[in-house]
DNA sequence: TTAGGGTTAG
């Protein structure tokens, strides 16, 4: 180590090379502040001191993420006398890329005020990275983009690599695919993979995996960042067949499994019904942080194995990773699923004392576990407490929780909210409407009618998919988009016959359209699933599971036909929808639970 | 000095 008397006889370029060696040897904050020490005990000349304030916070920049390591940059550019654009990209980079980009754009601004140094990409990059962080600031960067132009800066491969992330983030996929085509040929790595996590972040499965394939063609060769978005593409969409593909070629490729990766393998099995596999990926795993045990956890709690999800939850527990909100997501709707009200309102309890502030989600499980075991006016209570504004999913759990009670003034209050907050969402009008009807309260079914035609509410946004060869097929209520409807209607139809023979009528009716508008617009609403499932007959045939996604819940109505049809089709079925899976082999549904 | 990734209630 320098000695101050030393350091006093050295040449300016010898004792810059120090500091950088001194440095690059520090991998953390504490490290780094111990060099900052050492430094200072030097008695540097003021340039040369300079010098080492500005790579000091270069460093920094790189250990970012904590409210210390932000003041502690502060600090360092607060000292340093003229700062150049290194200083302040370095200060831009350091403040906390969580929370809202404020600190970091507040920097930027101020250096366009100090009139010099002027921006350079660099500093735009850096920026445009602050605006992507959870949750982005779309209208932040959108400015950063138009002032850029003005000032004409080139835009340069990370600058449009910045833009193109921040509108993927935002999930402003035309945008995004509009700077990804605008970007020079040889589109690298990068931007591609961030184009592919912008599909898959907004559930555009088939666009995703359509532009991982371009991506091959271009010659560019993936690595496993880019594979997160691919399998996480497959796992929102439930594509068994493209994940299994998609792993082998992982495995083929020899891409690096890593924590994330794995991450995201453990949840797109789990989604896709293999909860088994998901256990094997997360076994195999040699570090596991709270996003894995989280995606572990959830899984098992939507597959039912409640003793698996708390029993993961302890090991956890005992392993010293630190739960989050998602860990008591899983933990919580475990409990809800097996009636465990005393655990769940200890697991809470552990939740609070842990340190963790409850998301909305949390309050929406607690909701959920006291309605579901029928202590609704505790959930009533619990709602009503709440020190957050309750949002539509926890009066919507309410208000159907409610359905088979006499709670007048649950199901008034919670009728109330939900069309106070969604007054264009055409599901609580649905909702509304099948519970008047369900007590006779055709009055109140009409009011329904009328409103939601005042409102100019027309359709449910229901959406299914299908996979089949490696493409996933999506259906909206009311769909003829299809290029093969005409089969699946005639599907549909046989399916009518088949039903109708087994003494049910409702659903099919408005598929014969033989119901009058009004009755047709309330119960296509479950339309599209139907229409998948008719699609996977059609194109399939026994032994093959037809497997259908729902963005919507999918309703007991609904099970009736899936029965049926498992039955005389002799096929099993897998509906995916928003609560859990709903497998209907031979005649008979597995999914104890659902409303 | 720079850009891309995993878990989220009904």
């Given at each position: 180590?320098?000695?101050?008397?030393?350091?006093?006889?050295?040449?300016?370029?010898?004792l810059?090379?120090?500091?950088?060696?001194?440095?690059?040897?520090?991998?953390?904050?504490?490290?780094?502040?111990?060099?900052?020490?050492?430094?200072?005990?030097?008695?540097?000349?003021?340039?040369?001191a300079?010098?080492?304030l500005?790579?000091?916070?270069?460093?920094?920049?790189?250990?970012?993420?904590?409210?210390?390591?932000?003041?502690?940059?502060?600090k360092?550019?607060?000292?340093?006398?003229?700062?150049?654009?290194?200083?302040?990209?370095?200060?831009?980079?350091?403040?906390?890329?969580?929370?809202?980009?404020?600190?970091?754009?507040?920097?930027?601004?101020?250096?366009?005020?100090a009139?010099?140094?002027?921006?350079?990409?660099?500093?735009?990059?850096?920026?445009?990275?602050?605006?992507?962080a959870?949750?982005?600031?779309?209208a932040?960067?959108?400015?950063?983009?138009?002032?850029a132009?003005?000032?004409?800066?080139?835009?340069?491969?990370?600058?449009?690599?910045?833009?193109?992330?921040?509108?993927?983030?935002?999930?402003?996929?035309?945008?995004?695919r509009?700077?990804?085509?605008?970007?020079?040929?040889?589109k690298?790595?990068?931007?591609?993979?961030?184009?592919?996590?912008?599909?898959?972040?907004?559930?555009?499965?088939?666009?995703?995996?359509?532009?991982?394939?371009?991506?091959?063609?271009?010659?560019?060769?993936?690595?496993e960042?880019?594979?997160?978005?691919v399998?996480?593409?497959?796992?929102?969409?439930?594509?068994?067949?493209?994940g299994?593909?998609v792993?082998?070629?992982?495995?083929?490729?020899?891409?690096?499994?890593?924590?994330?990766?794995?991450?995201?393998?453990?949840?797109?099995?789990?989604k896709?019904?293999?909860?088994?596999?998901?256990?094997?990926?997360?076994?195999?795993?040699?570090?596991?942080d709270?996003?894995?045990?989280?995606?572990?956890?959830?899984?098992?709690?939507?597959?039912?194995?409640?003793?698996?999800?708390?029993?993961?939850?302890?090991?956890?527990?005992e392993?010293?990773?630190?739960?989050?909100?998602?860990?008591?997501?899983?933990?919580?709707?475990?409990?809800?699923?097996?009636?465990?009200?005393?655990?769940?309102?200890?697991?809470?309890?552990?939740?609070?004392?842990?340190?963790?502030?409850?998301?909305?989600?949390?309050?929406?499980?607690?909701?959920?576990?006291?309605?579901?075991?029928?202590?609704?006016?505790?959930?009533?209570?619990f709602?009503?407490?709440?020190?957050?504004?309750?949002?539509?999913?926890?009066w919507?759990?309410?208000?159907v929780?409610?359905?088979?009670?006499?709670?007048i003034?649950?199901?008034?209050?919670a009728?109330?909210k939900?069309?106070?907050?969604?007054?264009?969402?055409?599901?609580?009008?649905?909702?509304?409407?099948?519970?008047?009807?369900?007590?006779?309260?055709?009055?109140?079914?009409?009011?329904?009618?009328?409103?939601?035609?005042?409102?100019?509410?027309?359709?449910?946004?229901?959406?299914?998919?299908?996979?089949?060869?490696?493409?996933?097929?999506?259906f909206?209520?009311?769909?003829?988009?299809?290029?093969?409807?005409?089969?699946?209607?005639?599907?549909?139809?046989?399916i009518?016959?088949?039903v109708?023979?087994?003494?049910?009528?409702?659903?099919?009716?408005?598929?014969?359209?033989?119901?009058?508008?009004?009755?047709?617009?309330?119960?296509?609403?479950?339309?599209?699933e139907?229409?998948?499932?008719?699609?996977?007959?059609?194109?399939?045939?026994?032994?093959?599971?037809?497997?259908?996604?729902?963005?919507?819940?999918?309703?007991p109505?609904?099970?009736?036909?899936?029965?049926?049809?498992?039955?005389?089709?002799?096929?099993?079925?897998?509906?995916?929808?928003?609560?859990?899976?709903?497998?209907?082999?031979?005649?008979?549904?597995?999914?104890?639970?659902f409303w």
């Amino acid at each position: 180590m320098l000695k101050p008397h030393e350091a006093a006889t050295l040449p300016r370029e010898a004792l810059e090379e120090h500091i950088v060696s001194l440095l690059r040897r520090c991998h953390g904050h504490l490290a780094l502040r111990g060099a900052h020490a050492r430094l200072l005990r030097l008695g540097l000349p003021r340039l040369t001191a300079a010098f080492a304030l500005s790579k000091l916070l270069a460093s920094c920049a790189t250990f970012r993420g904590t409210a210390s390591s932000s003041s502690y940059a502060r600090k360092l550019f607060d000292q340093i006398p003229d700062p150049t654009a290194f200083c302040y990209n370095s200060l831009i980079r350091a403040l906390p890329a969580s929370g809202t980009p404020a600190a970091a754009l507040a920097v930027y601004r101020r250096m366009l005020r100090a009139g010099s140094p002027r921006p350079n990409s660099f500093t735009l990059a850096f920026a445009l990275k602050a605006c992507s962080a959870a949750p982005p600031a779309h209208a932040e960067g959108r400015q950063l983009h138009a002032q850029a132009f003005r000032q004409g800066l080139e835009p340069g491969a990370y600058v449009q690599t910045g833009l193109l992330n921040l509108y993927a983030k935002c999930e402003e996929v035309a945008l995004a695919r509009a700077v990804f085509d605008g970007m020079a040929g040889d589109k690298n790595l990068v931007a591609w993979s961030a184009m592919i996590g912008g599909y898959s972040r907004v559930g555009m499965v088939n666009e995703a995996l359509g532009l991982f394939r371009e991506m091959q063609a271009a010659g560019v060769e993936p690595d496993e960042v880019t594979m997160v978005s691919v399998i996480s593409a497959c796992a929102k969409a439930g594509a068994l067949d493209l994940g299994r593909w998609v792993h082998a070629y992982i495995d083929r490729k020899g891409i690096t499994v890593d924590l994330e990766l794995s991450t995201a393998l453990i949840d797109m099995y789990a989604k896709c019904g293999l909860i088994e596999r998901a256990r094997r990926v997360f076994d195999a795993m040699v570090e596991r942080d709270t996003k894995a045990w989280s995606a572990m956890i959830v899984g098992l709690a939507i597959h039912g194995l409640v003793e698996d999800a708390l029993d993961y939850f302890s090991r956890m527990l005992e392993l010293k990773v630190r739960p989050n909100n998602v860990t008591f997501i899983g933990v919580l709707s475990a409990c809800a699923h097996s009636g465990l009200v005393d655990d769940g309102r200890r697991y809470w309890s552990t939740m609070q004392n842990l340190g963790i502030i409850p998301s909305m989600e949390n309050y929406g499980c607690m909701v959920d576990l006291l309605c579901r075991s029928g202590l609704l006016d505790d959930a009533y209570s619990f709602v009503i407490g709440m020190p957050i504004s309750p949002n539509s999913v926890i009066w919507r759990t309410l208000l159907v929780a409610s359905k088979s009670s006499n709670r007048i003034e649950i199901v008034e209050g919670a009728s109330k909210k939900l069309l106070e907050l969604e007054p264009l969402n055409p599901e609580n009008y649905v909702l509304l409407s099948n519970l008047y009807a369900s007590k006779s309260q055709w009055d109140r079914v009409s009011c329904m009618r009328k409103k939601m035609k005042d409102n100019n509410v027309t359709a449910i946004a229901g959406c299914s998919s299908i996979e089949i060869n490696g493409y996933l097929h999506k259906f909206v209520v009311s769909d003829d988009s299809h290029p093969e409807i005409k089969e699946i209607r005639l599907v549909l139809a046989d399916i009518a016959d088949r039903v109708r023979r087994a003494g049910h009528k409702p659903w099919i009716a408005a598929v014969l359209h033989d119901v009058g508008e009004e009755e047709k617009e309330v119960a296509l609403c479950e339309h599209s699933e139907r229409l998948a499932i008719a699609y996977g007959l059609l194109k399939t045939k026994p032994p093959h599971v037809i497997r259908v996604v729902k963005n919507l819940r999918f309703c007991p109505d609904c099970h009736e036909v899936a029965k049926i049809i498992s039955k005389s089709y002799n096929r099993e079925i897998i509906v995916r929808d928003r609560v859990r899976f709903h497998k209907f082999t031979g005649g008979s549904c597995s999914c104890k639970d659902f409303w």
